[in-house]
């Protein structure tokens, strides 16, 4: 679990952890990049006052690391046969998320990871973060297409194996950055159960990158480098996929800026010319 400022959130977060019924042992890691306000006092009394607070192996970083180093940080403290993830800002619904998501993992050895529905809550609205609603496979094209990004960091637990995760500056979210080492490692399954929060709040990165035009234009430029990354490093294979999020990423770029944005994509070096000319084609056959 990582945190930063996070003191409106992160007793309810711990605690959805701490509730966690099964035949395992727990161990929650938390790391705390150097919140300036309350969050390091409230992790620190429920690690005094609540009966299992000795579960919880407690890093306070003296300086901020950003959001990718202490991620990266925390992962590395890991120590268990699998590990979840959830941010300081959601929380856990169901005391049996761990137990079902381990016993599918034990079950079906050929998948590495599995994550499940959540709640969405912003603001006073509350929604389902996937309108699936069955159990199923999730392909890696889905995976690729969707930059990564195709699950509520709330929701997903893999098995520990070995791997080299380096910070990439193309890469702004650990959970993208995990799932894309993962992603020649095993197979995915999603889980139909609402058992986690996704919370959208002003403080959160998502929420601010999606209100402001600017961030929006940085922020595909930035999946854009990040699918030429992994492009080159996964098997060949999955080459297509990644054209095809590339294209997607293009198409979203023109709707939310406009031609322009297509321009400064190439200028910036986050697309090969091939890709200027489809959608300046495309953009031409439809004027």
């Not at 169901?94 to 998948?111: H, T």
């Not at 000319?277 to 056959?285: E, N, Y």
Request: hydrophobic share 40%.
């Amino acid at each position: 679990m990582i945190t930063y400022n996070h003191e409106k959130f992160i007793k309810k977060a711990i605690e959805g952890v701490l509730m966690q019924e099964g035949a395992f042992k727990l161990d929650l890691v938390i790391s705390n990049d150097c919140s300036s306000d309350n969050t390091n006092k409230i992790i620190l009394s429920i690690i005094k006052n609540h009966p299992l607070g000795g579960e919880i192996r407690y890093f306070n970083q003296i300086e901020n690391l950003g959001m990718m180093p202490n991620f990266l940080f925390t992962l590395n403290k890991c120590k268990g046969k699998y590990i979840a993830l959830c941010d300081g800002d959601d929380f856990w619904l169901d005391n049996k998320k761990i137990q079902k998501q381990v016993a599918f993992l034990e079950k079906n050895k050929n998948y590495i990871a599995c994550f499940h529905n959540a709640k969405i809550i912003q603001e006073n609205r509350v929604l389902k973060y996937y309108t699936w609603d069955k159990d199923r496979v999730i392909t890696t094209r889905e995976i690729i297409i969707n930059g990564g990004g195709i699950y509520p960091t709330s929701s997903f637990l893999y098995k520990n194996i070995p791997l080299k995760i380096k910070a990439s500056k193309y890469i702004k979210a650990g959970d993208t950055l995990l799932i894309f080492h993962l992603l020649d490692r095993g197979d995915f399954y999603y889980l139909k159960d609402i058992m986690s929060v996704y919370r959208k709040h002003v403080g959160g990165i998502y929420t601010s990158i999606h209100n402001n035009r600017k961030k929006v234009f940085y922020d595909i430029i930035s999946n854009l480098k990040m699918l030429k990354y992994f492009r080159k490093r996964l098997p060949v294979e999955y080459y297509p996929y990644f054209n095809d999020a590339i294209e997607m990423q293009l198409n979203k770029m023109s709707n939310k800026i406009g031609y322009k944005g297509i321009v400064k994509s190439l200028l910036k070096g986050a697309i090969h010319i091939s890709f200027f000319i489809k959608i300046t084609l495309k953009k031409i056959r439809t004027t």
